[in-house]
């Protein structure tokens, strides 16, 4: 059975796995080449020796890595960062979404250029830095969520789901029956909109994860959280090995250890995101594209 275009439905098939596997192999090698270059000798990795599989596999980038004990605390700084911040990070958009999603909403053309207009314009890191001082959030973990508690972007993909997946029948007819809007709204629009929840869970999760620059600004050495750890041991890792250039055969060891550590970091601040990304997958595609603006 051949297509109007003169393809048969098995060649069109053929072509797109074929395609997709070449994105696919293109996406996915540099992943693929960062954790062979963690447990490889960096010098074969320069030399281009370690194409495919590890030359002279070695674990040390991941023993100077976990060596460090200010890593664990960094580790459970970033979970506990990541996790409250998600919680009020998802929060705010719902109950910023939900009620602009509202045709009925008095004043909703105006709160809507409100939050756009923040999307273009901002007073800056210095005015900003000088708000969280004066409104006492200066090495305070709160530094880190208040000033960015709505991400517009995204609230504007979770008010086009509200608007575009949630029946507005639906919704009448449980006020009709004599639920308040605060009830309509906790058991039966978050129950119906699961998918786009799960989609601004991991773009809160990753965004919070990754985030050292926040904390290098505001907050204290021991309230960093990994990224900003492994950036100073890969700083303090950096200087050693300069330090150790007068010493004969010192800095070409450590400097084959810094650059171990490189791809290792790399590793470890990735690696709790890429094992929870499987589980919410299948409603990260369907949230998103049911999220997006319908023309």
């Known amino acids: ?107 909703r053309k105006f709160f809507s250029i409100f939050f756009l207009i923040t999307m273009y314009f901002g007073g800056g890191l210095v005015p900003t830095y000088l708000v969280v001082k004066q409104t006492g959030l200066l090495y305070n973990m709160w530094a880190l969520f208040l000033p960015g508690g709505v991400a517009v972007g995204n609230m504007i993909i979770v008010r086009n789901y509200f608007q575009n997946n949630i029946p507005r029948d639906l919704i009448e007819a449980a006020e009709i029956d004599g639920c308040t809007k605060l009830r309509t709204f906790v058991r039966i629009v978050i129950p119906l909109s699961k998918p786009i929840l799960a989609v601004m869970v991991v773009f809160s999760m990753v965004a919070y994860w990754n985030d050292w620059f926040t904390a290098l600004i505001y907050l204290r050495a021991e309230q960093a959280p990994m990224p900003l750890v492994i950036r100073n041991i890969l700083i303090k890792s950096s200087a050693s090995a300069s330090q150790a250039s007068t010493i004969s055969g010192g800095y070409a060891e450590l400097n084959k250890l810094t650059e171990m550590l490189k791809f290792s970091s790399m590793i470890v601040a990735a690696a709790p995101m890429l094992i929870i990304y499987p589980f919410v997958q299948k409603y990260f595609e369907k949230g998103f594209m049911a999220g997006a603006v319908k023309g």
Do not use: H, W
């Open 1 to 107: 059975m051949k297509k109007s275009n003169g393809l048969s439905d098995k060649t069109s098939d053929i072509i797109l796995v074929v395609f997709c596997t070449i994105i696919m192999l293109l996406v996915a090698y540099p992943l693929y080449y960062v954790v062979v270059a963690s447990v490889s000798n960096p010098y074969d990795v320069y030399a281009g020796k370690t194409f495919l599989l590890p030359s002279e596999f070695t674990l040390k980038g991941y023993t100077a890595v976990f060596a460090d004990d200010s890593l664990l605390r960094g580790f459970l700084n970033s979970v506990k960062y990541t996790v409250i911040g998600t919680i009020f990070s998802v929060v705010m958009l719902y109950i910023t979404a939900y009620p602009l999603a509202q045709k009925d909403l008095p004043g």
